[in-house]
């Protein structure tokens, strides 16, 4: 017999493939990587390459090559630190807040479709779970994910 757990990972893991569909539709226009450091940047301020480390889990060079690709197309820029650190921060152009708002809708978009048959209700129910789901992972984690303010 299958545990509950079970079926969490089944229903996460297909979840995880109808995002990545999702995202290689044409209705994107930046990669994953792009749109989930932009979001960090964008929710956060501005952000070092050690930051970025931290926040991801990543090593500085797969950093390097990700942030420099963004500065190439114009989605991040290097400004001193506001705090007046040594290090210089990436901070979100104009570019990159549109282009990461333009795939929000388009992301937005999709699940207003998937859920227009849902209640306000469940909506929110479903919020919540997903919210305690990767609050719970952070927690473990130990790299919390800050959050924007909300209406409520």
Known sequence: MRKPTDLVEMETMLMAR?????SRSSG???????YVLLSRI???GP??????????SLDASTLNRQT???????????IPDPDGGIARKFQVTAE??????????????????VLENWTAEEVADFVEML???NTDIERLDGRPWPRPATDS
């Open 68 to 78: 420099a690709a963004m500065m190439r197309e114009g989605l991040i820029e290097r």
């Open 28 to 34: 994107t226009q930046l990669d994953r990587s792009a």
């Open 96 to 113: 990159g807040v549109r282009k990461m708002e333009a795939d929000r809708a388009f992301g937005v978009a999709g699940l207003n479709r």
């Open 18 to 22: 109808h995002m990545h569909l999702r």
């Open 47 to 56: 952000m070092s390459i050690g930051q970025l480390s931290e926040a991801f």
């Open 131 to 133: 919210k305690r789901f």
């Open 42 to 44: 964008h929710l956060e």
